[in-house]
């Protein structure tokens, strides 16, 4: 052994044998461990006193079960607290679907279904040159439409809708489309989703709760309501939400769908009702989820 070197001692406490159990958490984990504390801080102020205790993820564990007893789910204050954190996640939403009229409004939520919004409004800024009143749309055979509209899917059907609505509201309503529910359900291919997307958004009139796919699903998960039929949905949703805020309401859903609430694989470590919210099929969950809770 050279002169000088002293071979390494090994430590009184015996610290550099041990194996490191477990993994670090990531970066990541630790953030959302620190969001849903900060969260549940937020509902619940624990007592000064109260040790801080790390939030568990439940759902690995425990899986979806039955709610406890005594659960309101659509109790008026639960209610209000998704509103409110729904106000503060998307406090100025409107419809996504590009218009400058009533008509156009219409056009666009037909030529939606089965369709997303990004995809229509790439479709309907030519579509509107090209056909600009109610009365040109009036003018065409479904046939001579379908090639226009034809990358939203469904096209037979959509061009069917769309002539077939042109020329009634030529016909029965002066060119104007009706700001009434009941005209406007007259109109082939409009149903109560599209009545309400034009009566809320464009005539500003709350005559209903728009339930597309977006709030069929997110409604569920959030346990107001237990129905999968639209219009049992839609019933539903008007005796617990105020008048005043459905228009606002189904903007602000739709949005939460299209940001973080999806279809499969909702962001559920980023999303502001994740402690209130007791989806069987949330992704990551820091509350018990609840076996009938699936959008
Ligand atoms: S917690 Fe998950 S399932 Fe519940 S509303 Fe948020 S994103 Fe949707």
Redesign the pocket.
């Given at each position: 052994m050279p002169r000088g070197v002293v071979p390494r001692q090994p430590a009184r406490t015996g610290r550099q044998d041990r194996v490191r159990v477990g993994r670090t958490p990531s970066p990541a984990k630790v953030d959302r461990i620190a969001l849903a504390q900060s969260r549940n801080a937020v509902v619940q102020k624990a007592p000064k006193n109260q040790k801080k205790t790390k939030p568990a993820r439940v759902k690995a564990a425990a899986g979806p079960g039955k709610p406890p007893k005594g659960y309101n789910p659509v109790a008026p204050e639960r209610v209000s607290e998704i509103l409110k954190r729904l106000n503060d996640l998307y406090p100025e939403v409107t419809c996504a679907l590009t218009h400058k009229s009533a008509w156009e409004l219409l056009v666009a939520t037909v030529l939606s279904a089965q369709s997303t919004d990004v995809n229509v409004n790439r479709v309907t800024p030519e579509l509107f040159r090209k056909y600009p009143t109610v009365q040109a749309f009036a003018a065409l055979t479904p046939e001579q439409l379908e090639p226009d509209v034809r990358s939203t899917g469904f096209f037979r059907n959509k061009s069917k809708s769309v002539v077939g609505a042109a020329k009634k509201v030529v016909a029965d309503f002066g060119g104007e489309v009706p700001e009434d529910m009941d005209k406007l359900l007259t109109l082939p291919g409009v149903a109560r989703k599209t009545a309400n997307v034009v009566l809320g958004t464009w005539f500003k009139k709350a005559e209903g709760v728009v339930v597309d796919t977006h709030v069929h699903r997110?409604s569920r998960?959030?346990e107001l309501t237990k129905e999968s039929d639209t219009q049992k949905i839609e019933q539903d949703l008007v005796k617990i939400i105020p008048r005043e805020r459905w228009i606002l309401f189904s903007h602000q859903i739709i949005w939460?769908?299209r940001k973080?609430?999806?279809a499969r694989k909702?962001?559920?470590?980023?999303?502001?009702?994740?402690?209130i919210?007791?989806?069987g099929?949330?992704?990551?969950?820091t509350v018990e989820m609840h076996k009938g809770a699936i959008?």
């Amino acid at each position: 052994m050279p002169r000088g070197v002293v071979p390494r001692q090994p430590a009184r406490t015996g610290r550099q044998d041990r194996v490191r159990v477990g993994r670090t958490p990531s970066p990541a984990k630790v953030d959302r461990i620190a969001l849903a504390q900060s969260r549940n801080a937020v509902v619940q102020k624990a007592p000064k006193n109260q040790k801080k205790t790390k939030p568990a993820r439940v759902k690995a564990a425990a899986g979806p079960g039955k709610p406890p007893k005594g659960y309101n789910p659509v109790a008026p204050e639960r209610v209000s607290e998704i509103l409110k954190r729904l106000n503060d996640l998307y406090p100025e939403v409107t419809c996504a679907l590009t218009h400058k009229s009533a008509w156009e409004l219409l056009v666009a939520t037909v030529l939606s279904a089965q369709s997303t919004d990004v995809n229509v409004n790439r479709v309907t800024p030519e579509l509107f040159r090209k056909y600009p009143t109610v009365q040109a749309f009036a003018a065409l055979t479904p046939e001579q439409l379908e090639p226009d509209v034809r990358s939203t899917g469904f096209f037979r059907n959509k061009s069917k809708s769309v002539v077939g609505a042109a020329k009634k509201v030529v016909a029965d309503f002066g060119g104007e489309v009706p700001e009434d529910m009941d005209k406007l359900l007259t109109l082939p291919g409009v149903a109560r989703k599209t009545a309400n997307v034009v009566l809320g958004t464009w005539f500003k009139k709350a005559e209903g709760v728009v339930v597309d796919t977006h709030v069929h699903r997110i409604s569920r998960r959030l346990e107001l309501t237990k129905e999968s039929d639209t219009q049992k949905i839609e019933q539903d949703l008007v005796k617990i939400i105020p008048r005043e805020r459905w228009i606002l309401f189904s903007h602000q859903i739709i949005w939460h769908g299209r940001k973080l609430c999806f279809a499969r694989k909702p962001n559920c470590v980023e999303c502001p009702l994740e402690n209130i919210c007791h989806a069987g099929d949330k992704t990551w969950s820091t509350v018990e989820m609840h076996k009938g809770a699936i959008g």
